[in-house]
């Protein structure tokens, strides 16, 4: 049995809700699936956008977001469990594993029973998945504070794009926010077309549009960014120690997909 399913049992109806890939659509999915008080072991939540066939005595109830619910859920998990978990189920939300939302859903239920203790109860397969969803999480949130590259736009904005697995662009604000916090700069996620946007005394903002293909995406530099990516070129050069130089390990400390936008494997862009 895989993480977040439970085995049907035969006769037995089942509750699928079908939310929002979000944490808010999660936790209103977890609200209605408490409220409706069908049996948590008849229910089970999952992803809208992921395709599933449809089974034979099962209920397929599509949720809608409602961010009041979601923020009563939040707000009993950090009341009634603690920060802790909350944190911890927030990093895994943000995972594109399928099976996260019914694995949250199961997580929550026993948090209520057994309070932060939860967070040592690796032998629960639902626990350990969320965890090491979270551990991916923190992962991707290292690597992109280590290898995210601004550009001068031409409007003075620094801007850059990166390609994470997960959705974690909220992670990165604060970091960006503290030690460029006299810039204006735009940090886009290109897989999910999501832009965190700085602007001087104003704070950060995160904001979501379909109408850009940010991958293919030819911004207007500066006059200044040419200059600045040749002396970037020269000094990554200057430091590497060619006697050293090792691919294999390269590849292992900085995998591929994080060089796409990093202009010192591409000096002619």
């Known amino acids: 049995m895989q993480p977040g399913r439970e085995e049907k049992m035969d006769g037995t109806e089942r509750y699928i809700y079908l939310c929002e890939d979000s944490i808010e659509g999660i936790f209103t999915a977890v609200y209605d699936a408490f409220a409706e008080r069908h ?124 390609n994470p697995k997960c959705a974690i662009l909220p992670y990165l604000a604060e970091h960006f926010s503290d030690r460029f916090s006299g810039e204006n700069w735009i940090i886009v996620d290109t897989v999910r077309g999501s832009m965190l946007i700085h602007e001087i005394d104003k704070g950060c903002s995160l904001m979501t549009t379909n109408d850009l293909d940010f991958d293919s995406f030819t911004p207007e530099y500066s006059e200044n960014e040419e200059l600045w990516r040749k002396l970037w070129k020269t000094f990554v050069d200057s430091i590497a120690i060619k006697e050293r130089i090792n691919p294999r390990l390269q590849m292992q400390m900085l995998p591929l997909r994080f060089r796409k936008y990093m202009k010192e494997f591409h000096p002619d862009q």
Not at 94 to 111: C, G, T
């Open 39 to 162: 049996g948590h072991g008849r229910n089970h939540i999952k992803i809208a956008s992921q395709y599933y066939n449809q089974e034979l005595l099962t209920t397929y109830i599509t949720v809608l977001t409602d961010y009041e619910k979601a923020v009563k859920v939040a707000r009993t998990i950090q009341d009634k469990i603690g920060d802790d978990v909350y944190e911890f189920i927030q990093k895994a939300s943000v995972s594109a594993d399928v099976e996260k939302a019914d694995a949250i859903y199961r997580v929550i239920i026993l948090a209520l029973k057994m309070g932060k203790k939860v967070l040592s109860y690796l032998t629960e397969p639902n626990v350990a998945f969320l965890m090491e969803l979270e551990r991916s999480t923190n992962n991707e949130i290292q690597k992109l504070l280590q290898f995210l590259r601004f550009e001068e736009l031409k409007n003075g904005f620094l801007f850059a794009r990166i």
